[in-house]
């Protein structure tokens, strides 16, 4: 866990982002039809998602650890790491939208991959709920790690699965083409993958943080 | 093997229990039965209800919507009426992997026959649509059968965050609304007798969607129970 102390990742992260918001507004995409500009916003909605699901990951990742070992610092990382996911997953929804009002026509347009993404949202919300519920620490942290390992496939399910199988306007479902597959140039590539970097590193960050803030508080509580 | 045994007479335990006190099986008959007749005394109000465009759509939802809320009374109880001394014999004799097993296969039987009989009554009071009969009533016993296993998992973890319903409802509902969807969707290609073939895709996600809580919960539910 020595890495979370160090400043090269997060400088890289930082240069990396910087880079991709200079380079997603100036560097030139192809045109196409219906989403002429919009287009720029893959480089920005599709790594926050990328981000979300990083930290989700990282999040149950440890809430194994944690049922394994009963520490409570990886429960601390696992609570930390879904709020900074959940964050990134309301940037992700309001990206989305903010497209979908220019290339669809409306902020919602009652899309399978909307809803399902509304749903999974729930899912962490519920989770956030469960763990206000039980105030017991110790029992707080086992169960509500159950239920993050529970939640996480589900949302897999939720946002990657079902809507591929309906008809959903979302690029890359529903037999949309995706827009790696016909419409990404090379350019387009040179920015959205280190985007994907550089947004995951800044989830990342803001999870060590937070976990550092966490980790001071228990210090002082502790007497 | 060993598992396979203790499973078995858990299962019997949970059975015999039901038949001696009924309680679960009546109360959740009886909450079915109520709501159906609600609805119809309600959709009678509007006459000629039954001869409009949308009628299938309700009574399809509605149906589900009903089956949804019951599903959720009976099942909450599966672990709400067990003690915690209870729990502490049962844990000394069987393994947590036959609790939970048992607890799902009889939450699954008992689900398949309320909503059998829920289903009975209430193509009773309201006016038969259905076009593909034992296909639609093959997407009620499959959503019985998911209902059961996702709500027995939830149901474990709200007991142990002090059991109210409230935490219930929030948790199991995101798992269930794709649930519910995918039952909607199938059971009203049913209705309007869709071709069979077309809907095995969805039968499989819900296959894959009850593998999936079945495997999860058998691999947590050790994790769960002990304090």
């Known amino acids: ?223 | 093997m060993e598992l396979l045994r203790q499973t078995g007479y858990l299962l019997k335990k949970e059975i015999l229990l039901e038949w001696r006190s009924k309680y679960a099986f009546n109360g959740v008959l009886l909450y079915i039965v109520s709501t159906v007749f609600v609805c119809y005394i309600a959709f009678n109000l509007t006459p000629g209800f039954e001869k409009s465009q949308g009628y299938a759509v309700v009574w399809n939802v509605l149906f589900w919507i009903i089956i949804l809320f019951a599903s959720v009374n009976a099942i909450a109880k599966s672990f709400l009426q067990e003690n915690r001394s209870r729990l502490l014999y049962y844990y000394t004799i069987a393994s947590p992997q036959a609790i939970i097993l048992s607890k799902t296969i009889y939450n699954t039987l008992l689900m398949s026959l309320l909503s059998v009989l829920a289903l009975v009554v209430y193509m009773l009071f309201f006016n038969n649509t259905v076009g593909d009969g034992w296909w639609y009533f093959l997407v009620v016993l499959a959503g019985s059968i998911t209902f059961s296993t996702v709500f027995t998992m939830v149901s474990a973890i709200a007991a142990k965050a002090g059991n109210n319903g409230t935490l219930m409802a929030i948790l199991s509902f995101p798992v269930i609304i794709p649930v519910i969807m995918l039952l909607v969707k199938i059971s009203k290609s049913a209705m309007d007798g869709v071709e069979r073939s077309l809907t095995y895709g969805n039968f499989a996600v819900l296959g894959a969607i009850n593998v999936i809580v079945i495997a999860i919960s058998l691999i947590l539910f050790p994790f769960l129970w002990r304090d």
Not at chain 1, 138 to 148: E, L
Not at chain 1, 177 to 196: I, Q
Not at chain 1, 197 to 216: Q, V
Request: charged fraction near 15%; aromatic fraction near 16%.
């Open chain 1, 1 to 223: 866990m020595k890495f979370i102390y160090q400043a090269w990742w997060k400088i890289l992260g930082v240069l990396l982002v910087v880079y991709t918001i200079i380079a997603g507004f100036l560097f030139t995409v192809p045109a196409l039809p219906i989403l002429h500009e919009t287009i720029r916003n893959v480089y920005f909605h599709v790594p926050m998602w990328m981000a979300m699901f990083l930290v989700f990951g990282v999040s149950v990742f440890y809430s194994i650890r944690y049922l394994a070992s009963g520490k409570e610092e990886h429960d601390l990382i696992a609570i930390e790491c879904v709020n900074t996911g959940i964050i990134f997953y309301v940037l992700g929804l309001v990206s989305g939208m903010l497209w979908a009002r220019y290339a669809w026509g409306e902020y919602w347009s009652n899309d399978p991959k909307q809803n399902s993404a509304a749903i999974a949202f729930l899912l962490y919300c519920a989770y956030l709920v469960l763990r206000n519920a039980i105030d017991e620490e110790q029992k707080r942290a086992r169960i509500s790690a159950i239920y993050n390992i529970f939640a996480f496939p589900i949302m897999i399910v939720l946002l990657f699965i079902l809507p591929r199988l309906t008809d959903s306007l979302h690029p890359g479902n529903g037999g949309n083409p995706a827009f790696g597959k016909y419409d990404m140039t090379n350019e387009m590539r040179a920015v959205l993958y280190p985007a994907f970097i550089g947004w995951m590193i800044i989830a990342l960050w803001i999870a060590t943080l937070r976990y550092r803030i966490r980790l001071i508080e228990n210090k002082q509580n502790s007497l």
